[in-house]
């Protein structure tokens, strides 16, 4: 696992069911990312929840990407939970949606190109439309829905690689945008390449963030499923979390 820049020459980082996660603030993530993008060479960010964690306990290729992300955020209150449980002391939690929100304000300060790939057709546009409202000079040079084929990852690839994003955030869902971005990164060739799940559809207002006094009570997971049923499946890997955490241990 490479320096992010958090230390001198390592990651403060520790693993929950073997799965590393770094131990960082969001201030310090931004400060990875701005790193990752001067420095001119490809970078694989992953924001890591409780779902993360159950997909890669049992899913050695998707395991393996994470061990080669540069940076692995603490995504979710699952984490942060599992982290007390292991004696690891975690100072807030990194999530996707955050990291989308505070880039693009940096974006409109620093100028940094940035692609939105994901979501049904239009909501990665309107996602971008509202984001360039709410941070003025935001340099989001392109958008593209997510549903397409693995067959065609190559050609949306070209699409992409031909706006020259420095930022790439991709909305395909758990692991299917980590495959994607493994896939292409030598064709699109952007400085990081961040996987953000359903934020597309929270900046596009199709999906209502947790009031915040829901997200301190970290509830934010119960909130969503009660917008969205179908989200069910997703829901049933938290029990399993925490049982799994609960057994372990390493």
């Known amino acids: 696992m ?21 131990r960082v603030t969001m201030d310090q993530t931004l400060a990875c990312l701005e790193a990752f993008v001067l420095s001119g060479n490809p970078h694989i960010v992953v924001t890591a ?4 964690v159950v ?6 290729e998707f395991m393996t990407f994470v061990e080669r992300a540069d940076l692995v955020t603490p995504d979710g209150a699952g984490i942060i939970w ?6 690891f002391a975690l100072p807030e939690r ?7 929100d505070r880039v693009c304000a940096l974006s409109a300060d620093k100028g940094y190109r940035l692609f939105f790939l994901g979501a049904e057709s239009g909501v990665a546009e309107l996602a971008a439309e509202k984001l360039r409202l709410k941070h003025p000079g935001c340099n989001i040079v392109g958008t593209r829905h997510g549903y397409f084929p693995a067959e065609s990852d190559q050609v949306v690839a070209k ?8 930022i790439l955030f991709v909305g395909l869902g758990m692991p299917r945008q980590e495959r994607f971005i493994d896939a292409t990164k030598q064709i699109i060739n952007a400085k990081v390449s961040v996987g953000i799940g ?10 209502k963030r947790a009031p915040s006094l829901i997200q301190k009570l970290r509830f934010e997971w119960l909130w969503r499923l009660m917008l969205n049923p179908s989200k ?11 049982l799994l955490v609960l057994k372990d241990r390493s």
Request: proline content about 5%.
């Open 2 to 22: 490479t320096n992010t820049g958090l230390g001198a020459g390592h990651r403060d980082s520790f693993r929950i069911l073997g799965v590393p996660i770094d």
């Open 232 to 242: 069910i499946s997703k829901v049933k890997n938290l029990p399993k979390f925490v």
């Open 159 to 166: 699409e992409i690689a031909a706006t020259r994003p420095d």
């Open 198 to 207: 359903g934020s597309f559809d929270v900046f596009s207002g199709k999906t």
């Open 55 to 60: 997909i890669a306990h049992s899913d050695p």
């Open 82 to 87: 599992a982290a007390k449980k292991k004696g």
């Open 49 to 52: 929840d409780a779902v993360a």
């Open 94 to 100: 990194v999530s996707g949606v955050d990291i989308v």
